[in-house]
């Protein structure tokens, strides 16, 4: 019976076990991919990554979030090294300015904010707290970072590893990592390779498929080597050239709630002062970031073309510098979505071959490593099945969906009315499953997050809070404290972050140090 099964669906077949991977592309998500697949796989498959020293990288996402950390130390990758490396600096957060009106600015701090409570969460003893400081007046966000060590940490340049903090039960730092993307790639090259990764030169001019199956057989290049391999992952950027262009496997546009579709990015000199963290800036359409780096800054204004010209762009941009220029501002047209299926057939798409977020919240990176993660999980041994490829998809599709709504919390809640682009932001019509959220905490002051997904509550709640959507009402465990208790608890709280932040060391201080 097992014989007949394996005939028709071709996974229980020895001759059908998948051996040989191959990477298509390489950039930061072809040797991610690579290096993750060699660490834990490479003493049962042979992995190739075939890349073209003609065919250059995007290169815009500089900006990390933490599970970073947890990936680099999985394919055995040193900090200290990597930090060295890459010209890499920490990243605490992302400052928002101007976002939900002009002059306005928060922050989305990695890491706890106050002390975490059983049934309910820290905001809703804040919101009591600020209740009862002024009788009547409208809650103001502005005192919350108060009680972020991240955000203090940030906003005062310091910086060390910090599991907790001393004393206390409370957590540390939670940090990331603002990086040179190209040098990253160059370093997890050496690192694959050493892990048994072979790398092919060479420029991909037609792709062979099985005339039956439709599955990939076959890459040639330009060269006159032809490539086989069992299951491919493409990692060719935007030009999506096996998922897409070979497979046809189709996109979900999402511009219509993201509705920014060109970037044009611009290294400049540093400045004295390195910050250890993004900032985003809002403009009339479209927002500003600001990535740090020990060597320059990374500097990229998002926007949409319908608002604005690529000249306006250029122009906006350059006159927001720190310093010099280092480069031509370069220009990158995409389209917010996803591709329909994220692996199709015997190919799966990591990186911008599967969609595009704009790196708002830094997720890009983020995405492909969840979905380098997601292949071991689900990698097909004895065989390419459909159980195991609908598993993945869904898994990525869920994990799209929620970052999608988290990025598009952002437009959707503000109050500018300075330009068309961010009144027409207010009106859209968002998923129903956003609005939801966007009404629950407005209503209660909850946020309903699944156990897996990537933003947290309390992101959640400082998006919610910088934007504008200020609660109505609290937990009623809450007024179980008197009001002796509550201030107290939340003086205690500031005191002890305080003087965990004056006893780090300065951002450049910790780099200087390693």
């Not at 409570?117 to 002024?134: A, G, I, L, V």
């Not at 966000?141 to 919350?144: D, L, Y």
């Given at each position: 019976?097992?014989?007949?099964?394996?005939?028709?669906?071709?996974?229980?077949?020895?001759?059908?076990?998948?051996?040989?991977?191959?990477?298509?592309?390489?950039?930061?998500?072809?040797?991610?991919?690579?290096?993750?697949?060699?660490?834990?796989?490479?003493?049962?498959?042979?992995?190739?990554?075939?890349?073209?020293?003609?065919?250059?990288?995007?290169?815009?996402?500089?900006?990390?979030?933490?599970?970073?950390?947890?990936?680099?130390?999985?394919?055995?990758?040193?900090?200290?090294?990597?930090i060295k490396a890459t010209n890499a600096t920490i990243k605490l957060g992302i400052e928002f300015n101007h976002w939900n009106k002009q002059g306005d600015s928060y922050m989305h701090a990695f890491g706890n904010i106050g002390k975490?409570?059983?049934?309910?969460?820290?905001?809703?003893?804040?919101?009591?707290?600020?209740?009862?400081?002024?009788?009547n007046s409208p809650l103001n966000?502005?005192?919350?970072w108060d009680y972020s060590l991240n955000y203090q940490a940030a906003k005062q340049g310091k910086f060390a590893p910090l599991a907790v903090i001393p004393n206390t039960n409370l957590p540390g730092i939670a940090y990331a990592y603002h990086f040179d993307a190209a040098l990253y790639a160059k370093f997890l090259r050496n690192h694959a390779e050493g892990l048994g990764v072979k790398r092919i030169e060479g420029k991909i001019v037609d792709v062979g498929q099985n005339m039956n199956s439709g599955f990939i057989e076959t890459l040639n290049l330009e060269n006159g080597k032809a490539i086989n391999g069992d299951l491919f992952i493409d990692c060719t950027g935007l030009a999506a050239l096996l998922?897409?262009?070979?497979?046809?496997?189709?996109?979900?546009?999402?511009?219509?709630?993201?509705?920014?579709?060109?970037?044009?990015?611009?290294?400049?000199?540093?400045?004295?002062?390195?910050?250890?963290?993004?900032?985003?800036?809002?403009h009339r359409a479209g927002w500003q970031w600001r990535i740090p780096l020990q060597h320059r800054i990374g500097n990229g204004l998002v926007y949409s073309d319908k608002h604005m010209t690529d000249d306006q762009a250029k122009e906006l941009l350059l006159s927001q510098l720190d310093g010099k220029p280092l480069a031509e501002p370069k220009i990158v047209s995409y389209k917010t979505g996803r591709r329909r299926k994220q692996w199709n057939k015997n190919v799966v798409s990591i990186g911008l071959a599967s969609g595009f977020f704009e790196p708002l919240e830094s997720t890009n990176i983020h995405l492909i490593q969840t979905a380098a993660i997601r292949l071991v999980k689900y990698f097909p041994h004895l065989g390419i099945n459909n159980e195991e490829v609908d598993s993945f998809n869904e898994e990525?599709?869920?994990?799209?969906?929620?970052?999608?709504?988290?990025?598009?919390?952002?437009?959707?809640?503000?109050?500018?009315?300075?330009?068309?682009?961010?009144?027409?932001?207010?009106?859209?019509?968002v998923p129903e499953s956003l609005s939801k959220k966007i009404d629950l905490f407005n209503k209660t002051g909850k946020v309903y997050c699944k156990p897996d997904d990537l933003f947290t509550e309390i992101a959640?709640?400082?998006?919610?809070?910088?934007?504008?959507?200020?609660?109505?009402?609290?937990?009623?465990?809450?007024?179980?404290?008197?009001?002796?208790?509550?201030?107290?608890?939340?003086?205690?709280?500031?005191?002890?972050?305080?003087?965990?932040?004056?006893?780090?060391?300065?951002?450049?201080?910790?780099?200087?140090s390693l």
């Open positions: 019976m097992l014989c007949y099964k394996g005939f028709f669906r071709g996974i229980v077949m020895k001759e059908n076990e998948v051996k040989n991977v191959v990477v298509v592309g390489g950039g930061t998500a072809g040797w991610m991919t690579a290096s993750l697949l060699a660490k834990v796989l490479g003493k049962s498959v042979d992995i190739s990554l075939v890349e073209s020293d003609q065919i250059g990288i995007v290169g815009v996402g500089e900006a990390t979030i933490p599970p970073i950390i947890n990936f680099n130390k999985a394919i055995g990758v040193d900090e200290k090294e990597f975490k409570f059983p049934f309910c969460d820290f905001n809703h003893f804040w919101q009591k707290f600020e209740s009862k400081k002024e009788t966000s502005n005192s919350f998922i897409e262009k070979t497979l046809n496997t189709g996109y979900e546009d999402w511009s219509h709630w993201l509705p920014c579709n060109r970037a044009v990015a611009v290294p400049c000199e540093s400045t004295a002062n390195i910050e250890p963290y993004t900032r985003s800036t809002a990525s599709r869920i994990e799209s969906e929620t970052i999608r709504d988290f990025i598009i919390l952002h437009y959707k809640l503000n109050s500018r009315g300075d330009s068309e682009f961010w009144r027409a932001c207010q009106r859209m019509e959640w709640q400082q998006v919610m809070l910088g934007q504008g959507n200020l609660p109505k009402d609290h937990h009623p465990i809450v007024n179980t404290l008197s009001d002796e208790q509550i201030n107290e608890l939340m003086s205690n709280l500031k005191t002890i972050i305080n003087r965990a932040v004056e006893k780090l060391p300065t951002h450049e201080e910790f780099l200087k």
